[in-house]
């Protein structure tokens, strides 16, 4: 709906036309972007408090309604599903105006591989898995191995990775930790599956902060085993009792056994604010993490922790609290009791804490928000300045009219001239871009052809920036690089040079190579390489782009390669087909573990006929007899 700002506020949109109901709705440009994205109860009423006089708008209100031009808006069942769907849209689209979410580390977790037939833990970080069960985060690995290596001694479940697990378990021979206690066995079938799930229900239930109900039944479990004169599992369960209580003790206590909650603190500067959540679970801090957001200077607290419980709902990995504490509570606080409630399957309470316990967990995590963005600033600050020396250097030595924005890398690899690939790496305000970055499979290059790659490649992804067909154009292809850097000397060079008069593009992209051999920076038309200041930073700023250009072609060759060298090994076995080859692989740990097998292990395989297995032996051992390796 198009708003029409030559009419009276009351004209410039048909509020009719809105509905009553819950949902989310945005604001756009002239642009056709979304520049803010909102969600209410009632769409007509939230939308309808936006047109009023501009003077009794907040600054930044009152910008937004300047730019906006048009009204979209999305019609929802319930406040749970506009909570989350204005969320959704908020990370898809990043609205100028809405309030940013920034995490400025991946915080690392313990998790249980709940998937498997025998779950074991494993520290994780990133996007979380279905299937898995995730505690923390913790502040470091560090932190939850050594958690990790108190637990195992309370509850054994196997730690190791499933090619060992396998291996052991055709072997039938268990490995050191099940003889020093820190694993109970079950690739020997030395516990039941319901006694394993009991250990890890138990690891499970210690770790959600329920440690007082199992050191409780740990307890009983050693005092039936001493009066049934089993003395030696009466100690081994007083072991495990006294390395339960060195994890409960490395945890931070609340002082009220009864708080079951989840406590943020908040801080803010002119420019960003930190958020530091601590979960608090019978009274003790099992966990706790943070993130930042970027806001504008008039940003009101109410909306900053509307943003704070849409992240909670979406990252926290502990079950729903009974209680949120905030420090101030959103407008829209009924629709989040209501979303969180029912995720819970029980009232949830979300309030400030005035006093008491709360009051002073809430202090703790205002000062930790305070603490970690202090120290983010200096650090970003002392970042800052020397990426700055670093690309003005480089905008000197490079004779360019503005610093490098945007620096795109490219490296080719492969091996004799097969699987030849290219890699392009991308900096942006001094910074590695990731989510830029590109493989190519270099296609027409027949042999040893680095210059004929490197030409393959750059065609490839400058041709974008002069396809008058925009719309087919990868959006990160339609940026244009301010400066290009070719790993290599001044015959890599000379092609990209090629390449871009070729392509129109000169005086438009600035060119350099960085050569291994001592480091030298080449420019165009120069047969002197350039001296670059050292103390700048800037020859740094090109080796490290360098190097992870190099690093992403490589990684890619080696996979591209590895695929190409299995494929041919298992090829030619007549029996063994794709499927096959696949499932052979998965269930045996790759090729190393086929190698590894006799052939009575290769025909104790139920899938595989014997003669399958023979043919599969002779062609991964063809200088052996069976019979000798056998044994």
Known sequence: MKIDKDSDLNQAIDFTLIPEEPGSYQFRNEQGRIIYVGKASSLRSRVRSYFQDERSLSPKTAQLMREAVSLEWVQVSNDSEAVLLEYSLIKHNRPKFNIALRDDKSYPYLSLSMQDRWPRPLITRGAHRKGTKYFGPYTSAGAIRETLELLLKTFPIRSCNDTKFRRHEKLQKPCLLYHIHKCSGPCIDAISRDDYYELVGGMIQFLQGRNKAVIDDLVTKME???????????????????????????????????????????????????????????????????????????????????????????????????????????????????????????????????????????????????????????????????????????????????????????????????????????????????????????????????????????????????????????????????????????????????????????????????????????????????ALDRISGSIYLLQSIRDEAHRFAITYHRSLRGKRMVTSLLDGIDGLGDKRKERLLKEVGGVKGLRSMTISELKEISWLSDKIAENLFRKLHPESVMGEVEV
């Open 224 to 530: 039936r085993a001493a009066s049934e004169l089993d003395f030696e599992k009466a100690a081994e369960i007083r072991d495990s009792i006294q390395a339960a209580q060195q994890v409960v003790s490395k945890q931070d206590i609340a002082g009220d056994r009864l708080i079951d909650c989840d406590i943020c603190g908040f801080y803010q500067n002119e420019i960003e604010g930190r958020v530091e959540i601590f979960h608090v679970r019978n009274g003790f801090v099992i966990g706790r993490w943070g993130f930042v957001l970027e806001i504008q200077a008039d940003a009101p607290l109410d909306e900053l922790m509307a943003t704070t419980l849409n992240v909670l709902y979406e990252k926290s990995v502990y079950e729903v609290p009974k209680e949120i504490i905030l420090p101030e509570l959103p407008r829209e606080v009924e629709m989040y009791k209501a979303m969180f409630s029912k995720s819970r399957g029980s009232l949830v309470s979300i309030r400030r804490a005035a006093r008491g316990y709360r009051k002073r967990l809430l202090d703790m995590a205002t000062l930790n928000a305070k603490k970690e963005l202090e120290r983010s600033v200096l650090e970003h600050t002392r970042n800052h300045k020397s990426r700055t020396l670093a690309l003005e250097g480089l905008r000197s030595a490079l004779e360019m009219k503005e610093a490098p924005y945007r620096i795109e890398c490219y490296d080719m690899s492969h091996i004799q001239g097969t699987d030849y690939v290219g890699s392009m790496v991308v900096m942006v305000d001094g910074l590695p871009d990731k989510k830029e970055y590109r493989h190519f499979r270099v296609r027409s290059v027949l042999g040893n052809d680095d210059y004929g790659a490197m030409r393959e490649v750059l065609m490839r992804r400058l041709g974008y920036l002069v396809d008058s067909d925009r719309e087919r154009s990868s959006e990160s292809f339609a940026k244009v690089p301010n400066l290009i850097v070719v790993d290599g000397g001044k015959g890599q060079l000379n092609v990209a040079v090629d390449v871009v008069k070729e392509l129109g593009l000169a005086g438009t992209v600035t060119l350099c190579s960085l050569a291994k051999r001592n480091e030298e920076v080449f420019v165009p038309h120069s047969e002197s390489p350039l």
